[in-house]
T-cell receptor
């Protein structure tokens, strides 16, 4: 069965520090890959997505993610975190057959001054 | 409207009662998705509509859950004989083309309906 794993339930980083949020998926073929952010009291917003081609994907708010087929990973990165980045981050996978979407359980990010 | 809207924003019901949750997608969006967000369990995909059709209903957790979409627009998620484990935030999202575009288009999420079953 397809699954998405976000190993880190909660991460705390200092403002200005770099960030990497991990995402691993279980699927036979390369699926479509997404990262979403959910700020407190707000809905989910798409940060970036990967379908094919260049494995390094640029998104909004200075985020990027790299698809590594050999590791079945799609980790999210940001070189310098801002206090406003504090939120819940979700990785999602859509197999390229079928009609389902699978989300990870999320990683909660705290940013300290 | 400008975005995806959902109603009610909050619903408190007693165990065993039926509830209906409504989603108004962005005008012109053919694809519509329902998710459930439970505390500590992330987002769970429930069902996807392409137009008025739901190609795959296997994400619905039990036969107490059903959903329909009419006129290629509004969708209703119905939960019959609610149970306490149904308590969650139910999110709706829409996208322009959905599966037919290979999911290259963006899903826009509504604010959700928080369901509490007492």
């Amino acid at each position: 069965a397809q699954s998405v794993t976000q190993p880190d339930i909660h991460i705390t980083v200092s403002e200005g520090a770099s960030l990497e949020l991990r995402c691993n998926y279980s699927y036979g073929a390369t699926p479509y890959l997404f990262w979403y952010v959910q700020s407190p009291g707000q809905g989910l917003q798409l940060l970036l997505k990967y379908f094919s081609g260049d494995t390094l994907v640029q998104g909004i708010k200075g985020f990027e993610a790299e698809f590594k087929r050999s590791q079945s990973s799609f980790n999210l990165r940001k070189p310098s975190v801002h206090w406003s980045d504090a939120a819940e981050y979700f990785c999602a996978v859509a197999p390229n057959t079928g009609n389902q979407f699978y989300f990870g359980t999320g990683t909660s990010l705290t940013v300290i001054p | 409207g400008a975005g995806v809207s959902q109603s009610p924003s909050n619903k408190v019901t007693e165990k065993g009662k039926d509830v209906e949750l409504r989603c108004d997608p962005i005008s012109g969006h053919t694809a519509l998705y329902w998710y459930r967000q439970s505390l500590g369990q992330g987002l769970e995909f429930l069902i996807y509509f392409q137009g008025n059709s739901a190609p795959d209903k296997s994400g619905l957790p039990s036969d107490r859950f059903s959903a329909e979409r009419t006129g290629g627009s509004v969708s209703t998620l119905t939960i019959q004989r609610t149970q306490q484990e149904d308590s969650a935030v139910y999110l709706c999202a829409s996208s322009l083309a959905g599966r037919t575009s290979g999911y290259t288009d963006t899903q826009y999420f509504g604010p959700g309906t928080r369901l509490t079953v007492l």
